[in-house]
Every structure is written in C-alpha cells, then in structure tokens.
C-alpha cells in the first residue's frame, strides 16, 4: 500500500486530486458566501420597503395604476385557470370515487381543494407569471437605463416611489383574485360533475357545505397575503439588483418567476402546517370525508 500511495503521488496524479478537491471547496464556498450575501441584501431591500411603509402612504395616482395593473388586467387569466382547474379537479377525482362508492361526495373535495390550497397558489402563480415578471422586467430597464439612479439624484427615494405601490397593489389584490380562482374553480367543478358527469346537485352541495367552511376560505386569503408581498419585493429585488444589458433584463424576469415560485411553495407547506395545528386545536375532532 505505501508503495502505491507513492507511486500515485510520484505520478502527478496526487497533486491533480487535491487541486480537485481546493477547487471543489473554493466554488462551494462562494456559493454560500454569495448566497448569504444575497440574503442580507434581500433582508435590508424588505426593511426599506416596510420602514416607507410605516413613515408615509404613496399617493393615490401612483397607487391606481400600479392596482389596475395587478388586480383588473390579471383577472381574465385568473378566472380562466380556476375554471379549468375546478373541471380537471372533477375529471381526475371522479372515476376513483366512483370505485369507492363516493361519487357525491366529489363536491367536497374539489371546493375544499380549491378553497383552502389551489385557488391561493394558482392565483399567486398567475400573478407572478403576468405581473412579477412585468415589475423585475420594467425596473430592471429603468436601472440598465440608469433612471433609478436620476430619481435618487433627485431627492427621491427609488423604494418609496416605485417598490411600495407595487407592493401594496400586490398585498391588497391579491385576496380578490384569490376569491375569483375559488369561484370560478367551484364553478367549473360543478358544471362538469353536476351537468356533464350527471352526480345529483343536492348531495354535491349539501356535502361542500358540510366539509368547507369559513375557516378554510380565511386561511386561503391569508396565505393569498403572504404569496403577494413575496412576488412584489421578490420581482423588485431581482428588478433593482439586474445587471447591464438586454441579457441582464431577460435574466432578472426569470429569475423573479422562479425565485417567487420556489417561495411561495415553502411558504404553502409552513402555512398548512401551522393552520393544521390551529385547526385541530380548535376542533379536535376534525371533519371526515369518509
């Protein structure tokens, strides 16, 4: 064995592995240091947006267009996905409860789903389609094209102007939009179970009123909050922060989609988690589909 260690040491390869192995430290150890860098920054871009917000409102002129922007030009695509949602949710359930017996009970599943997890998730994802990606593209113009720089030469606070009426556009709209996916989700559900599938409409809706309740609607439009202000200063963020060029543009907008996606999902598994918890805790026993 020695003599092999020093036949691989006296080859060249010895060198080679650890200069391998340096390399393999080194870019790890940017990666992180990059990554916790990116984070500090993140968290002070989120301190400013609030501390605007606490020290002065925006105006109502800035305010409207960045709220017709959000709320009234995204709900076509909106209404669109929960209806089709709500059917593709009755296709894939109803031949499996149908096997069980359970066909009826197809109205709580799909209203429950759609209440309490599609509707805010598919609403939060259309929004960071259409409008995350329209604010990290349009201010990351505005700083290749240094305007961001001439507004802060002027006196003007580039956050207070341009971040926190996107971000209150996006945390005040949301919940509506949110509400229009689980209608029309639960719209579309019932035309396709209640119209083409044939299930009786008195049971479809007597078991939605029984498993869906207020709580679950409440939960849906505060995690609705959460998903919003994370699109806004996520799609600002990767907007202030783009770098020079068309390419740097391209890149921010994708990477404000991405970034806001992946976050939205945590956030949806920790919220779930803790409304389970308070759920239970307020009725033990809980409702049973079955």
Same mark, same amino acid.
């Given at each position: 064995m020695p003599a092999t260690i020093e036949a691989i040491r006296s080859s060249g390869s010895w060198d080679r592995f650890r200069a391998w192995i340096a390399q393999w430290f080194r870019e790890w150890g940017e990666f992180v240091i990059d990554g916790l860098v990116a984070v500090g920054d993140f968290t002070f871009f989120v301190a400013r947006t609030w501390m605007w917000l606490l020290v002065r409102f925006p105006r109502r002129s800035v305010l409207l267009p960045n709220f017709y922007q959000v709320g009234v030009r995204s709900l076509p695509v909106i209404a669109l996905t929960g209806t089709f949602i709500g059917m593709v949710l009755s296709v894939q359930s109803y031949f499996q409860f149908k096997q069980l017996g359970l066909e009826t009970r197809l109205g709580a599943v799909i209203n429950m789903s759609l209440v309490r997890e599609l509707g805010p998730v598919l609403a939060a994802t259309m929004l960071a389609g259409r409008v995350g990606s329209a604010m990290a593209a349009e201010l990351g113009? *505005?700083?290749?094209?240094?305007?961001?720089?001439? %507004?802060?030469? *002027? &006196?003007?606070? !580039?956050?207070?102007?341009?971040? =926190?009426p996107r971000f209150l556009a996006s945390v005040f709209l949301i919940p509506a939009l949110t509400v229009m996916a689980d209608f029309m989700g639960v719209v579309g559900g019932y035309f396709y179970s209640v119209i083409i599938l044939g299930i009786d409409f008195h049971h479809y809706r007597y078991n939605s009123e029984q498993f869906v309740g207020v709580f679950d609607l409440? *939960? &849906?439009?505060?995690?609705? %909050?959460?998903? /919003? /202000?994370?699109?806004? %200063?996520? $799609?600002?963020?990767?907007?202030?922060?783009?770098? !020079?060029?068309?390419? &740097?543009? &391209?890149?921010?907008?994708?990477?404000?989609? =991405?970034?806001?996606?992946?976050?939205?999902?945590?956030?949806?598994?920790? %919220?779930?988690?803790? $409304?389970?918890?308070?759920?239970?805790?307020?009725? !033990?026993?809980?409702?049973?589909?079955?």
């Amino acid at each position: 064995m020695p003599a092999t260690i020093e036949a691989i040491r006296s080859s060249g390869s010895w060198d080679r592995f650890r200069a391998w192995i340096a390399q393999w430290f080194r870019e790890w150890g940017e990666f992180v240091i990059d990554g916790l860098v990116a984070v500090g920054d993140f968290t002070f871009f989120v301190a400013r947006t609030w501390m605007w917000l606490l020290v002065r409102f925006p105006r109502r002129s800035v305010l409207l267009p960045n709220f017709y922007q959000v709320g009234v030009r995204s709900l076509p695509v909106i209404a669109l996905t929960g209806t089709f949602i709500g059917m593709v949710l009755s296709v894939q359930s109803y031949f499996q409860f149908k096997q069980l017996g359970l066909e009826t009970r197809l109205g709580a599943v799909i209203n429950m789903s759609l209440v309490r997890e599609l509707g805010p998730v598919l609403a939060a994802t259309m929004l960071a389609g259409r409008v995350g990606s329209a604010m990290a593209a349009e201010l990351g113009t *505005m700083r290749v094209t240094e305007q961001i720089d001439a %507004l802060a030469s *002027m &006196g003007a606070n !580039p956050v207070f102007h341009l971040v =926190v009426p996107r971000f209150l556009a996006s945390v005040f709209l949301i919940p509506a939009l949110t509400v229009m996916a689980d209608f029309m989700g639960v719209v579309g559900g019932y035309f396709y179970s209640v119209i083409i599938l044939g299930i009786d409409f008195h049971h479809y809706r007597y078991n939605s009123e029984q498993f869906v309740g207020v709580f679950d609607l409440l *939960m &849906g439009l505060f995690k609705s %909050l959460f998903f /919003g /202000g994370t699109i806004s %200063l996520v $799609s600002c963020y990767r907007g202030f922060h783009c770098a !020079p060029g068309a390419e &740097g543009v &391209g890149r921010a907008a994708t990477a404000a989609f =991405v970034y806001s996606f992946v976050i939205i999902l945590i956030l949806d598994l920790v %919220l779930n988690i803790l $409304s389970d918890a308070v759920y239970y805790a307020l009725w !033990p026993e809980g409702a049973k589909l079955f």
